[in-house]
């Protein structure tokens, strides 16, 4: 069904002590045996999440992300280093239902109905909210006598969704939780996480889409190579890897334009726009003399300046180290 360790809370287990941590590492490093030697998926991070936050954690593919969910489910330890969640160890707040997770896939058993999954992993908790609750705040309320078999890719993750709310978690981990679904099935499980969000819960949530993190977290960590290479709001990230985009049309030869910009210590690149051939784009951590130089000296007109996006910042970010696994 899912993973044992995430469902099975012993009966009469307490809630963990009053911390206004969600998670606290310090130099958490972890470590594999390979047929290559040793890879090192986390190395040394030291950071702390605080209860009610919204984190998104961004990364390419290998970069550790998923190592690092694992870690703070209880899932696996730590090589080195110290990591407690909501004041526990990790395996000792997931079992106890304080912690729970939405994983990317996870095994239903599909001859079931959605309901009838639902009352068997209720069945497991101490203490689990109603059945009934758990299909409403996961919006399948409607689907609670279709088969999981006869459930589309988006409906299942939602029914894992209500599964992991049956303990009423403090803390809800999700790693990359909109994979396979489409537009509109992501935008209503984002409003379904609204509202958990709106009532105090911890979210940490994985991704692959930039645009949800730009849209729902208050707080992004990128990780590249094993190692966190960003740690604020979107707007603190996207002006640290690229402060602004200037652009502007030029009447002059654009390319030596464009390479003229490039010697610039204040420009982090300058291209001359695909679809627009007289403008030039250039991203700069100072905008205010980029775009004097584009006036005055190249003749430019129709001036336009905007933050970098989350996209730029996070190519910017993540290629500068290597990646772990």
Same mark, same amino acid.
């Given at each position: 069904?899912?993973?044992?360790?995430?469902?099975?809370?012993?009966?009469?287990? %307490?809630?963990?002590?009053?911390?206004?941590?969600?998670?606290?590492?310090?130099?958490?490093?972890? &470590?594999?045996?390979?047929?290559?030697?040793?890879?090192?998926?986390?190395?040394?991070?030291?950071?702390?999440?605080?209860?009610?936050?919204?984190?998104? +954690?961004?990364?390419?593919?290998?970069?550790?992300?998923?190592?690092?969910?694992?870690?703070?489910?209880?899932?696996?330890? =730590?090589?080195?280093?110290?990591?407690?969640?909501?004041?526990?160890?990790?395996?000792?707040?997931?079992?106890?239902?304080?912690?729970? %997770?939405?994983?990317?896939?996870?095994?239903?058993?599909?001859?079931?109905?959605?309901?009838?999954?639902?009352?068997?992993?209720?069945?497991?908790?101490?203490?689990?909210?109603?059945?009934?609750?758990?299909?409403?705040?996961?919006?399948? &309320? %409607?689907?609670?006598?279709?088969?999981?078999?006869?459930?589309?890719?988006?409906?299942?993750?939602?029914?894992?969704?209500?599964?992991? +709310?049956? =303990?009423?978690?403090?803390?809800?981990?999700? !790693?990359?939780? &909109?994979?396979?679904?489409?537009?509109?099935?992501?935008?209503?499980?984002?409003?379904?996480?609204?509202?958990?969000?709106?009532?105090?819960?911890?979210?940490?949530?994985?991704?692959?889409?930039?645009?949800?993190? !730009?849209?729902?977290?208050?707080?992004?960590?990128?990780?590249?190579?094993?190692?966190?290479?960003?740690?604020?709001?979107?707007?603190?990230?996207?002006?640290?890897?690229?402060?602004?985009?200037?652009?502007?049309?030029?009447?002059?030869?654009?390319?030596?334009?464009?390479?003229?910009?490039?010697?610039?210590?204040?420009?982090?690149?300058?291209?001359?726009?695909?679809?627009?051939? !007289?403008?030039?784009?250039?991203?700069?951590?100072?905008?205010?003399?980029?775009?004097?130089?584009?006036?005055?000296?190249?003749?430019?007109?129709?001036?336009?300046?905007?933050?970098?996006?989350?996209?730029?910042?996070?190519?910017? +970010?993540?290629?500068?180290?290597?990646? %772990?696994?």
């Amino acid at each position: 069904m899912i993973n044992t360790s995430l469902a099975n809370a012993p009966a009469g287990s %307490a809630r963990p002590p009053e911390s206004d941590l969600a998670v606290d590492m310090q130099g958490m490093t972890k &470590t594999f045996r390979t047929p290559d030697g040793k890879l090192t998926a986390v190395d040394d991070v030291s950071l702390s999440i605080k209860t009610g936050s919204i984190v998104a +954690l961004l990364g390419p593919n290998g970069a550790g992300k998923t190592t690092a969910i694992d870690l703070i489910l209880g899932l696996n330890t =730590p090589t080195s280093g110290k990591l407690t969640v909501l004041g526990q160890q990790p395996r000792q707040a997931t079992r106890s239902g304080n912690v729970s %997770a939405v994983l990317q896939s996870g095994g239903l058993l599909r001859d079931l109905r959605v309901e009838e999954t639902v009352e068997l992993i209720a069945s497991t908790f101490a203490d689990p909210i109603s059945v009934d609750q758990a299909l409403e705040r996961s919006g399948l &309320t %409607a689907l609670r006598r279709r088969r999981v078999a006869k459930c589309s890719g988006g409906e299942q993750q939602r029914l894992r969704f209500a599964l992991a +709310l049956l =303990p009423d978690p403090d803390l809800l981990i999700l !790693d990359e939780p &909109t994979t396979g679904m489409d537009v509109n099935a992501r935008a209503e499980f984002w409003e379904t996480m609204h509202r958990e969000a709106d009532q105090g819960r911890t979210i940490i949530f994985a991704t692959h889409y930039l645009q949800e993190a !730009d849209n729902f977290a208050d707080r992004v960590i990128m990780i590249a190579g094993g190692k966190v290479v960003a740690d604020g709001t979107t707007e603190e990230i996207r002006a640290r890897a690229t402060g602004r985009v200037v652009s502007a049309r030029i009447k002059r030869d654009t390319a030596k334009v464009r390479d003229e910009l490039q010697m610039r210590a204040d420009v982090h690149s300058a291209r001359i726009n695909g679809g627009d051939g !007289d403008r030039i784009v250039v991203h700069t951590s100072d905008s205010d003399a980029v775009a004097l130089a584009l006036l005055s000296k190249y003749g430019g007109y129709d001036l336009e300046a905007t933050p970098g996006s989350l996209d730029d910042a996070f190519t910017a +970010l993540t290629t500068q180290k290597g990646e %772990a696994a």
